[in-house]
């Protein structure tokens, strides 16, 4: 009688840890997997820049591709003026109708 008394009635072990996994699933599908594609298309486009493209840098710095190196683009910014950019600072491709509007 003393032991019936002092059992506590607990949930399974089982669902503890089904629970636990479909936590772990929720932030593989919303969080982890969405910055992995991100980081993916981010590098595609970096292997993808061509010399006369108009890019826009992260510091949002408008301008158009003269030379690709492995690491580093040089990106003219006016006529003659060219600037040295390491190629993961190179955000999106611009096009040239968004640069006559500025």
Do not use: C
Request: hydrophobic share 45%; glycine share 6%.
């Amino acid at each position: 009688m003393h032991q019936l008394l002092l059992q506590v009635n607990t949930p399974s072990n089982i669902s503890n840890i089904l629970f636990i996994g479909a936590i772990v699933l929720v932030f593989y599908f919303f969080m982890i997997r969405p910055q992995q594609k991100k980081v993916s298309d981010a590098k595609k486009f970096r292997e993808s820049l061509t010399k006369g493209m108009n890019v826009v840098t992260i510091g949002g710095l408008h301008g158009k591709l003269v030379d690709i190196g492995e690491n580093t683009v040089w990106v003219e910014v006016d006529k003659g003026l060219k600037l040295k950019f390491d190629k993961s600072a190179i955000a999106v491709e611009s096009t040239t109708k968004a640069n006559d509007k500025a």
